[in-house]
């Protein structure tokens, strides 16, 4: 009987150690369940939030229609001076990248050997016009001795012959005369037009040539002033369509900037289209009175073809771009999210022209928050200065 008392005794540990154990991985296992429930959010009011935008309203406008281009500044008229005469540089007499009008004096070449030449030419004028003057004296005696047959004609002829050389000799004289007095002149080298000169390029001591390879100078005009720039091939109708009838305006700034520096009209199209670039080149001109232009410059030059009226616009930063092309979130007045697909016909600045059709008057655009979205969401709608 002990025996069995014993076995029964260890048979009733092992079950409730069993049970024991048995209990505590029930208590173990619902521990693990309860933060898998709250990480998977299923809790109530998960999930129930709205999303801040910031938004405005598509308008309608008078918009101009403009072609933008990058140009580059050119002189209106370019000079290289040279000298017309050999000589030495006596005196440069301009203060360099200044204004100069013309007729002004800017170098003085050793007039001295042209004054020697000058007297020559003088004293030869005088002998030939004396020569000439008693050749026509005796032309006239021997006219008057012919008529009363005192000479025969041929001596007379030689007479004649002797009046009419002078006669040549004396004006030969006369153009070498003035041509001693320009080389005179050219001594003295005067702008030629108005503009700002350059860096003299030669400087006073130096030797120079007639019609050398080395300028002296370069003036470049610049009241008025040209920009040069291309416009696409399709553009052209349009532009000699509107130039017909009347000249189109042309605004130029910094790159980067919007802020005008000076307004002109185009002046020019060229013959042909560049087959290479498919543009063809416009040459605009503007007075430029306060210099505000300069040679070699680059500016972003903007022609306004006509006004479009009724235009729908909006902030180009409202503009987002899926698989399916560009697109705008759209705020319902239930204030949900719609997206709505658009067609850009142009961007002028930081506005975008929308195809018509596609938004009405007034409807509210996301410019800000529209990544947090998708279509149906939930919106709230900020005020600027809190965003800010």
Do not use: C, H
Not at 9 to 36: M, Q
Not at 99 to 127: C, H, M, W, Y
Not at 261 to 270: C, E, H, M, T
Not at 326 to 345: G, L, S
Request: glycine letters at 6%; aromatic letters at 6%; a positive charge.
């Amino acid at each position: 009987m002990s025996s069995k008392r014993v076995f029964f005794g260890a048979l009733l540990v092992v079950v409730l150690a069993g049970a024991g154990a048995a209990t505590y991985i029930v208590k173990d296992s619902r521990a693990k369940e309860v933060p898998n429930k709250e990480k998977s959010g299923k809790g109530p009011g998960k999930g129930a939030g709205t999303v801040p935008v910031l938004v405005v309203a598509a308008v309608q406008q008078t918009l101009a229609v403009t072609v933008q281009a990058i140009g580059n500044v050119e002189a209106y008229t370019s000079v290289a001076l040279k000298a017309r005469i050999d000589g030495q540089i006596l005196a440069v007499d301009f203060q360099e990248g200044k204004e100069v009008r013309k007729g002004d004096i800017l170098f003085r070449i050793d007039p001295r050997p042209f004054e020697a030449s000058l007297r020559q030419s003088e004293a030869q004028a005088l002998r030939d016009i004396a020569s000439r003057d008693q050749a026509a004296s005796q032309e006239k005696r021997y006219q008057e001795l012919l008529d009363k047959n005192f000479v025969s004609k041929d001596a007379f002829a030689q007479f004649r012959t002797n009046a009419a050389t002078a006669e040549a000799t004396s004006r030969a004289s006369q153009a070498a005369l003035e041509n001693a007095k320009l080389n005179l002149d050219y001594t003295v080298i005067r702008a030629p037009i108005d503009g700002f000169v350059g860096r003299a390029l030669l400087q006073a001591g130096n030797m120079v040539k007639a019609n050398d390879t080395i300028s002296l100078v370069i003036i470049n005009q610049v009241k008025p002033v040209y920009v040069s720039f291309a416009i696409p091939e399709q553009q052209l109708p349009v532009v000699r369509e509107l130039m017909r009838k009347n000249p189109l305006s042309v605004e130029v700034a910094t790159p980067g900037t919007d802020k005008p520096l000076a307004a002109g009209r185009i002046a020019f199209l060229d013959n042909a289209v560049d087959q290479t670039t498919g543009t063809i080149k416009v040459r605009a001109v503007f007075d430029n009175s306060g210099v505000a232009l300069w040679p070699g410059q680059f500016v972003t030059v903007r022609v306004k073809l006509y006004d479009q009226e009724n235009a729908t616009v909006v902030p180009s930063r409202a503009l987002q771009t899926g698989p399916a092309g560009q697109f705008v979130y759209v705020i319902k007045p239930d204030m949900t999210a719609e997206m709505r697909k658009v067609t850009v016909m142009r961007t002028q600045g930081e506005l975008s022209v929308i195809a018509d059709g596609v938004l009405a008057k007034d409807e509210k655009v996301v410019v800000r928050g529209a990544l947090r979205l998708a279509p149906g969401s939930k919106v709230s709608i900020q005020d600027p200065g809190a965003a800010s």
